[in-house]
């Protein structure tokens, strides 16, 4: 009999890329791969963004309104239901469930604490998502441990680093003297630091995933961005695939992440990066990076300045990241599926 899996596919649309997506397309990719005769079915706003390695391997159904509300009735006859991040229906469902916390910051960063009416809504989805699921994945160590620190009963739950794509490895360009950014500008990410540390300096940024019209406001705070970054805009993956083989090193001064994607990439690109000294940075990193203490803008100009490509480091580095890449990489979330299709 042909397992069915309901996928929560609302994390893909049109003109827009994020991590929770990547995350999606990455693990539904090697659900395909590992089991073909499987049937999964994508549950989407827009049925015409499913991404291209996705296309004539999974089917795609188009969301109806309100879908939290039809999602018991559109789960009848199902194995299991994914959902990429703690959104899982009110109501309870006729089939196992499985769903994702990359990180709790919406709800514990002070650049988002205005709200608090979308904040006691989040925390009420997340306590409602983490007591009715079969399994919890969290993709770190550290966004588990915040979250226990707003919420007190779990389910069943499993630590499970999200993999990297296979594309992601070392070239023969050459490396220039740039920097690389990778992120969308948000105040988490934290990328005013590194406009603050090349300040009087010739050190060049390249900065991939911010708004033009945050770009153009960082510009205007700090003028000497204007000479001294380049804010690109609708980077696909054989560009920042390049740009990863190229720049000096990977820079993630955030001062919260669930996982971090960028890092990773860049160590499996051979490429070493330059992080925040932030707990959830040295766990997925390994501790392979080299570390600033994220608002010390001194700290990383410092880095910056002295940074010299250390051999042994990048070694390590991209060891690290095979471990974390393509099949291998998503073998622990499949053998959960399994378990769970099969209980």
Known sequence: MTTLILIDGREFVLGRRTGIGRFLEGLLRALVEAYP??????VMGEPQALPDSLQGKVKTQQAPKYLEWHYPKLAQGYDLFVSPYPK????????PSVHTIHDVFYLTHPAYQENILKRWAGLWRLKHALSKSDLTWFDSQASL?????LASQFYPYQIRFPAIEPSFSPGHLKREHFFLFVGNGLP????KVLLQAIENTDIQ????GIRQSVADELCVIFPWAKQQVAFLQHVDDVALLKLYRQCAALL???????YGYPPLEAFACGTPAIVSDITVLRETTGGFATFCAPHDWQ?????????????QQVNHALAWAKQHQ???GWAAHIQDIERLVKH
């Open 188 to 191: 988490h990410k934290n990328v």
């Open 88 to 95: 899982l229906p009110v109501r309870k469902l006729p089939c």
């Open 252 to 258: 993630q001064p955030s001062t919260a992440e669930g």
């Open 326 to 328: 393509g099949k291998q």
């Open 205 to 208: 940024l390249q900065c991939v």
């Open 299 to 311: 700290a990383w100009q410092s880095a910056l300045r002295n940074f010299q490509r250390d051999k």
């Open 37 to 42: 005769d499987w049937r999964l079915t994508v």
């Open 145 to 149: 441990d915040e979250t226990q620190g």
